[in-house]
């Protein structure tokens, strides 16, 4: 009875390991196919295997790292943040290789283009900051980071100056308001003479 129980337990270890072995089979075969795609520019088809390869291993790096770039390639921005986002929860682990921090300070900088795209140039400026940490010699980022800088300063003293232009209508339009009720009691006032000179005569 001990005999079965042991092939049993060892047969089932076996196919488990054989079924490991067979999906990382499966998700390097999609990454790899993913690549060539990529590389030929077929983003659309490049983010098929990669979602083949996250579907196999959804906490595949690197099949989430290509997914976000396919993605980023075809403008979709946000899911290709989403890819990103993923990857930044666990950058300490990614920074502890070289290959791994190389990848890092693409998708700080990638992140830092999106969020330009979308005007956020608060986060792009701390996106780039961080590609820039991961990778100090990157030209490229230093430029984006400059000119996301440029635009953050230009966005709040835009926004400064809609405040002080609301400001100044608000102020206008109290200042009316004041003036109307001055009237309204100069109104009154003129009426309660009135009605107290008809009530005298």
Not at 21 to 48: D, H, M, W
Not at 114 to 122: L, V
């Amino acid at each position: 009875m001990r005999r079965i129980r042991k092939s049993m337990i060892w047969m089932g270890a076996l196919l488990f390991c054989s079924g490991a072995v067979f999906a990382q089979k499966a998700e390097r075969k999609n990454v790899r196919e993913g690549n060539k795609l990529y590389g030929n520019e077929k983003f659309t088809e490049s983010e098929i295997a990669y979602r083949k390869s996250l579907e196999v291993n959804p906490r595949s790096v690197e099949g989430t790292y290509n997914l976000g770039n396919a993605l980023y390639k075809q403008k979709k921005f946000p899911e290709a943040a989403e890819q990103y986002q993923l990857l930044t929860g666990i950058a300490e682990k990614m920074a502890e290789t070289e290959e791994g921090k190389a990848r890092l300070a693409n998708i700080f900088h990638n992140l830092g283009d999106i969020s330009m795209q979308n005007k956020e140039y608060d986060k792009s400026v701390e996106a780039f900051k961080q590609s820039l940490r991961l990778n100090p010699a990157d030209d490229e980022t230093r430029y984006n980071l400059a000119l996301a800088q440029k635009l953050l300063e230009n966005q709040q003293n835009e926004n400064q100056d809609q405040n002080q232009d609301q400001n100044k209508d608000q102020q206008k339009q109290d200042q009316k308001q004041d003036q109307n009720k001055d009237k309204q009691n100069d109104q009154k006032k003129d009426d309660q003479k009135d009605q107290q000179h008809t009530n005298h005569t």
